[in-house]
């Protein structure tokens, strides 16, 4: 059955620094998002991409983060200068279409700690 | 903002009895519901879901209901099985946007064998 990755599993990093997150969504899907779980909190959506544009963004998603489509297969969340309250879980994930009644499928997440 | 909200952190119920999770909204331009299931170290995977114009969907042992008026909904799982136990998530989306989820807290259900 086809699935969501993400790459890598852990990143530790120091704050201030760059981090390049990465999600390769099921390969007929068309609609891309990222979603965040800081411990202990609820998830949170980031942003949504469709067709190299960002469709809609969230509060959080602020002039550090960014998305990107770099080829034909992958996605990938940069966060240009880590804060300390950018640790949090994050969940890549993906549908064949943008409507409310398309599933997403999500990835298993990747475990972000700034220190 | 809490436009979506599960109330109760955790749920035990014995296996083979019904689990219901509850999931309260306040945002009325929701009209799209979904639940979702995650395991620890994995990530969410969808369960079922429910559109506006409905107020029951069932899926297997699965069923949610929708109450429209009181803007709430719940999950219902019969016959609880061990192997259900996990974090469920309620979800919301608005059919005018750009498939943008707003989930609630998490209940942490466990079935006890």
């Known amino acids: 059955e086809p699935e969501v990755t993400q790459t890598p599993s852990h990143q530790v990093t120091q704050m201030g620094q760059e981090v390049i997150l990465r999600c390769v969504p099921i390969s007929n899907h068309l609609y891309f998002y990222w979603y965040r779980q800081i411990l202990g909190q609820k998830v949170e959506f980031l942003v949504s991409f469709y067709n190299n544009e960002i469709s809609e963004k969230s509060e959080i998603f602020d002039d550090q983060f960014s998305v990107e489509r770099p080829d034909g297969s992958n996605f990938t969340l940069k966060i240009r200068s880590t804060k300390l309250e950018d640790s949090a879980m994050y969940f890549c994930?993906?549908?064949?279409?943008?409507?409310?009644?398309?599933?997403?499928?999500f990835g298993p997440g990747t475990r972000l700690l700034v220190l | 903002d809490q436009q979506v909200k599960q109330n109760s952190p955790s749920l035990s119920v014995q296996e083979g009895r019904i689990s219901i999770l509850n999931c309260d909204y306040t945002n009325s331009m929701f009209d799209y519901f979904l639940w979702y299931k995650k395991y620890p170290a994995e990530g969410p995977t969808f369960l079922i879901s429910i559109s506006s114009i409905k107020d029951k969907n069932e899926d297997g042992r699965f069923t949610v209901f929708l109450n429209k008026s009181a803007k709430h909904l719940s999950l219902h799982i019969v016959p609880s099985q061990p192997g259900d136990s996990a974090v469920y998530f309620c979800a919301a989306s608005e059919s005018s946007n750009t498939g943008k989820l707003i989930f609630g807290q998490g209940t942490t259900l466990q079935v006890k064998p």
């Open positions: 994930a993906s549908s064949v279409g943008g409507l409310a009644q398309e599933t997403q499928y």
